[in-house]
Nanobody, 127 residues
Framework: QVQLVESGGGLVQAGGSLMLSCAASGGTFSSYALAWFRQAPGKEREFVATISLTGRYTDYTEFVKGRFTISRDNAKNTMYLHMNSLKPEDTAVYYC????????????????????WGQGTQVTVSS
């Protein structure tokens, strides 16, 4: 059973930066396409960014393109989300997700596509 644990959330002023981490255990990390999702109060969980098995393929929601960067280190079983130029509308609980695949080009952007989820980490951006 795969376990995903997010960390790095916190309170930051608008325009600031944070780096989220997602550490995996209990599985073969290099066999998972990965993604970040977020959920603001009263809203549905939404896609933020995704990355393929080797990191060659990535995709972002238009709302974070140019500000957020997703990456992974398969040797450390960890995925990252570097968040710059943060805005109050980025405030949410951020979740990492994993999808089992053997296809190196696979990425995913929908919640039903995930096989595993972390517990989430809160990001709050003050204006």
């Amino acid at each position: 059973q795969v376990q995903l644990v997010e960390s790095g959330g916190g309170l930051v002023q608008a325009g600031g930066s944070l780096m989220l981490s997602c550490a995996a255990s209990g599985g073969t990390f290099s066999s998972y396409a990965l993604a970040w999702f977020r959920q603001a109060p009263g809203k549905e969980r939404e896609f933020v960014a995704t990355i393929s098995l080797t990191g060659r393929y990535t995709d972002y929601t238009e709302f974070v393109k140019g500000r957020f960067t997703i990456s992974r280190d398969n040797a450390k079983n960890t995925m990252y989300l570097h968040m710059n130029s943060l805005k109050p509308e980025d405030t949410a609980v951020y979740y990492c997700a994993a999808r089992i695949t053997s296809n190196r080009s696979v990425i995913f952007t929908s919640t039903p596509a995930a096989n595993y989820w972390g517990q989430g980490t809160q990001v709050t951006v003050s204006s």
